[in-house]
């Protein structure tokens, strides 16, 4: 199994302020995937990256995937308490999905 | 878009009694499903692998006996926890392929507590 590394585990913002939170692996992926969680709900799909140095823009939300595929980012810019939630990244493999540890996002209105 | 539902959304149950968990696909259908189990400040981990028609795929580590999966049609997948425990006290979720190529739709998940 192919670990995904997510930093931070826990980051508390103020409303307005910009942050980027990271996933990391040494191994090399087709796609990943970054879903938000927030609390009693199941993931639900933001974007998947597919090709090395892919930007994607969701709003305030930017990913990117890295140019040997190996990590993703995902920044967001002006952070609004509607951005609370767990954020994870994941990659699919036969079909099977594995999950980061996830980073917890608190913006404080 | 798709929707994935599962039911119920949360349930207590006694220690040593079972309790089923739906999970539906209603706007397409699905030939796989697959069920994670997640405990609190934690990420989802795969169950197991539910396959319409046939045998679920269990993880390593996943009692096939005490998580009993059922996908006896293209739209429905249960999971039943048998003889619970309060160490099964957890959040299950479960998720289908609903197009994306890549990603998968997931249900709002089950709080289950056992007492």
């Known amino acids: 199994t192919q670990l995904l590394e997510q930093s931070p585990q826990f980051l508390s913002i103020q409303e307005g302020e910009n942050l980027t939170v990271y996933c990391n692996s040494s191994?090399?992926?087709?796609?990943l995937q970054w879903y938000r969680q927030e609390p009693g709900e199941g993931p639900v799909l933001l974007v998947t990256?597919?090709?090395?140095?892919e930007v994607k823009k969701l709003k305030r939300l930017t990913f990117q995937f890295g140019d040997a595929r190996k990590d993703s980012s995902l920044h967001i810019t002006a952070a609004q308490p509607g951005d609370t939630g767990l954020y994870l990244c994941?990659?699919?493999?036969?079909?099977?999905?594995?999950f980061g540890d996830g980073t917890t996002l608190t913006v404080k209105p | 878009g798709a929707v994935v539902s599962q039911h119920p959304s949360w349930v207590i149950c006694k220690s040593g009694t079972s309790v089923k968990i739906e999970c539906r696909s209603l706007?397409?259908?699905?030939?796989?499903m697959f069920w994670y189990r997640q405990f609190p400040k934690q990420s989802l981990m795969l169950m197991a692998t539910?396959?319409?028609?046939?045998?679920?795929?269990?993880e390593q580590g996943v009692e096939k006996d005490k998580f009993l999966i059922n996908h006896a049609s293209l739209t429905l997948s249960t999971l039943t926890v048998t003889s619970a425990h309060p160490e099964d006290s957890s959040f299950y979720i479960c998720?289908?392929?609903?197009?994306?190529?890549?990603?998968?739709?997931f249900g709002s998940g089950t709080r289950l507590t056992v007492v």
């Open positions: 191994s090399v992926f087709s796609s």
């Open positions: 990256v597919v090709t090395g140095g």
């Open positions: 994941a990659y699919t493999n036969a079909g099977k999905s594995t």
């Open positions: 706007d397409f259908q699905a030939t796989t």
């Open positions: 539910s396959n319409e028609g046939s045998k679920a795929t269990y």
């Open positions: 998720s289908a392929r609903s197009g994306d190529l890549y990603g998968y739709t």
